[in-house]
């Protein structure tokens, strides 16, 4: 019997399939991720010191109260649905191409009842636009 030492095979372990299923799941996290924004500058709105503006024939007041309730020259919609907003916008224009819209928004008014009073009015093509201000002290 010839027991000889077979020489042995040194065993290799390949890294490159490894690598590359490390990498796709580091670009499925990074594209899944949403990032949180948060703003470390702190605001303070304005005051208006300018003068007012000479009222238009064409004018038309939109009003939004503390509870976001809307207010369309003085007349309260019933809801404040995008698509009643502009309809009661509509009516109230009485056929005017651009008037000038004035939005009277209370300082407490949430930011969406004041976006929604925008978007609404973009979706009739009204381009004129102004917010309502306190003069400074």
Known sequence: MNFRNSAREDIELNLTPLIDVVFLLLIFFMVSTTFDRQSEIA?????????????????LVITI????????????VVSSRIDILRSAIFTAAKG????????????????????????????LGFNHLTFATLKAQ
Do not use: C, W
């Open 65 to 76: 109260d503390a509870k976001g309730r809307y207010f369309v020259n003085q007349e309260e």
């Open 96 to 123: 005017a191409e651009q008037p000038q819209v004035i939005i009277h928004a209370d300082r407490q008014t949430p930011h969406q009842a004041v976006i929604g009073a925008m978007d609404a009015l973009r979706q």
């Open 43 to 59: 605001i303070a709105l304005p005051e208006s010191s300018s003068e007012p503006v000479a009222e238009k024939k064409d004018e």
